[in-house]
Every structure is written in structure tokens, then in C-alpha cells.
Nanobody, 123 residues
Framework: QVQLVESGGGSVQAGGSLRLSCAAS????????LGWFRQAPGKRREGVAG????????YYADSVKGRFTISQDNANNTVYLQMNSLKPEDTAMYYC????????????????WGQGTQVTVSS
């Protein structure tokens, strides 16, 4: 099993920044990739960013490229999502997820989930 606990959400004005954290524990094999997803009310959940825990390769959705950065602290089993230049359309519940699959941009492969943290961006 894998346990994922997110933190760092909140409310911010457009143009502002937030950093999300996800503390991961449990079976490391099932954490070959760690990722961030989001789901806005009435919309499908979408993959935002992913990172290979072994190679640190990163992957981003087109909607966040250049604004969001995913990174990891392997010593503390923590993955971060630095979000800059936030827009109202970034408002969503953000979830940390993991998969044992090695292709981190295959969003459908993620099958372990945290409880989520809310991000609200006001205009």
C-alpha cells in the first residue's frame, strides 16, 4: 500500500504563488511515479504534473507548462508542486497520486491517491 498526504493548499489572488507538498510512505515499488492531479467542480480530473522518483524526469500538462514545477526530496519522500502565475482557472482540488508504472505521463496509470488539498485563485 501507499499513503499520500497533501498539504499547502489555500486561497490566493491571480498572479500569486502556492507550493503544495505530498508526503509519501509505503511500498516504494508502487511509487515509481508521483504526480499531481486536479479536479474542478463539474469537470473531470486531469493530470497536471508527474515525476519519476528514480530518474527525476518530469512531465507537465500543456495548461501549466512554464508556470508549475514538480520536484522531489527523496530523503524525505516528499514531492512538491510549485505553482506560479496562478489563474482563476487553476482553482480546483489538487490530489497527489502514485503508480508503479514507469511512464509518468500516462495519467490513467495512477492508482494510489491522497485526500486532496483545495486551491482557490480569485481574480
Amino acid at each position: 500500500q501507499v499513503q499520500l498526504v497533501e498539504s499547502g493548499g489555500g486561497s490566493v489572488q491571480a498572479g500569486g504563488s502556492l507550493r503544495l507538498s505530498c508526503a509519501a510512505s509505503g511500498d516504494s515499488v508502487r511509487r515509481n511515479c508521483l504526480g499531481w492531479f486536479r479536479q474542478a467542480p463539474g469537470k473531470r480530473r486531469e493530470g497536471v504534473a508527474g515525476i519519476s522518483t528514480g530518474a527525476s524526469s518530469t512531465y507537465y500538462a500543456d495548461s501549466v507548462k512554464g508556470r508549475f514545477t514538480i520536484s522531489q526530496d527523496n530523503a524525505n519522500n516528499t514531492v512538491y508542486l510549485q505553482m506560479n502565475s496562478l489563474k482563476p482557472e487553476d482553482t480546483a482540488m489538487y490530489y497527489c497520486a502514485s503508480t508503479r508504472f514507469r511512464f509518468c505521463e500516462t495519467w490513467s496509470a495512477y492508482n494510489y491517491w491522497g485526500q486532496g488539498t483545495q486551491v482557490t485563485v480569485s481574480s
